[in-house]
């Protein structure tokens, strides 16, 4: 029994090695058969010469003019298809990616969110233009990964964000991270090293663990109780569980010199009310790298969401590509 892919048609759009994706498998399959089925020596003439601009391009779908109609389209909707990545305990992590050019962006949501907002959209839609590799990704318990929202924890969430990192990119990333994303994009930082290329924060919010909280709630949470507050973004509350809160209480950034010394930019609206603007300047200041900018927006709330809000986090990301 042949593997699908096998075919120099099915080779160059970057259908290689394994794959768990049900739409991979059908665009591998639909390559094989126009092949056999549209069979011609010019077709293998061009097959060839394509190979040879994908070793020289490293871009498989810069050479999607040589491929029929039909398996063009299953490959713009396979970078769409949601995967998942097992890890060794059995967690699996939904995750979207389009490959591309070096460094590839990933996106880190922020607290209770998931790769379906804006922004994330925003990104990856951005890079499909832009040939650009672009990683997005659920943490545990959140959006379409697997495991409970309870036993999420900065730790938990990092080992993913290092984990898919690691499997599905090669070379440097660009680590954006939207709120708590921005907290987590710190610690993946230390893990990644010398693979960040730069980092783009959100209203970031490092150490929130910590200035989040009046006295009242911290004791709540250290006597192991599960917060309950109100959610101004939907009808559900915000739960904030003991685990995580003692978690993030044990990885603090801000209290000394955060070694990164790569380009940081960092994006924060004037009206956040869930994160005071004095968090992007705190973590500047922190920061060791002396190429730190931060842009205040004025009438920007805490999501940045807006249409200018995305075109400035665009801007901002092109720039360090």
């Known amino acids: 029994m042949l593997r699908p892919g096998l075919t120099g048609l099915a080779q160059i759009p970057g259908f290689r090695g394994a794959t768990g994706l049900e739409t991979d498998v059908t665009a591998r399959l639909q390559a094989d058969l126009e092949y056999i089925n549209g069979w011609t020596s010019w077709r293998n003439v061009r097959i060839a010469l394509a190979s040879t601009m994908v070793l020289f391009h490293e871009r498989a779908f ?39 050019i070096q460094p590839a962006i990933v996106f880190l949501p922020g607290y209770q969110s998931d790769m379906a907002g804006s922004k994330a959209i925003a990104l990856f ?27 999420g924890t900065l730790t938990r969430w990092c080992d993913e964000v290092v984990a898919l990192s690691e499997a599905r990119l090669g070379g440097q990333v660009i680590l954006v991270g939207s709120s708590m994303g921005g907290w987590l994009m710190l610690l ?25 909280f009046d006295d009242r709630q911290k004791a709540q949470l250290a006597a192991g109780k599960t917060l309950r507050q109100d959610n101004p973004y939907g009808p559900e509350p915000t739960l904030v569980h003991p685990g995580f809160w003692a978690d993030g209480e044990s990885l603090h950034v801000l209290d000394g ?12 609206g004037l009206d956040d009310s869930d994160v005071p603007p004095e968090i992007s300047l705190r973590l500047a200041a922190a920061l060791r790298s002396q190429d730190v900018q931060v842009t205040l927006v004025k009438g920007g709330d805490h999501r940045l969401s807006r249409e200018q809000d995305i075109a400035l986090l665009l801007r901002t990301v092109a720039e360090l590509t």
């Open 62 to 100: 810069q050479l999607r003019t040589i491929l029929p109609r039909p398996v063009a389209a299953v490959m713009k909707r396979e970078v769409r298809q949601t995967g998942l990545h097992a890890l060794p305990d059995g967690r699996r992590i939904a995750f979207r990616q389009v490959a591309g």
């Open 125 to 151: 839609e951005w890079a499909e233009r832009n040939r650009r590799g672009c990683l997005l990704l659920d943490y545990s318990g959140c959006g379409e990964s697997s495991g409970e929202f309870a036993e």
């Open 188 to 212: 993946a930082a230390r893990r990644l090293g010398e693979r960040v290329a730069a980092m783009v924060g959100i209203a970031a919010a490092p150490d929130f663990t910590d200035w989040g």
């Open 257 to 268: 010199a955060i070694p990164f010394d790569g380009p940081v930019r960092l994006l924060h």
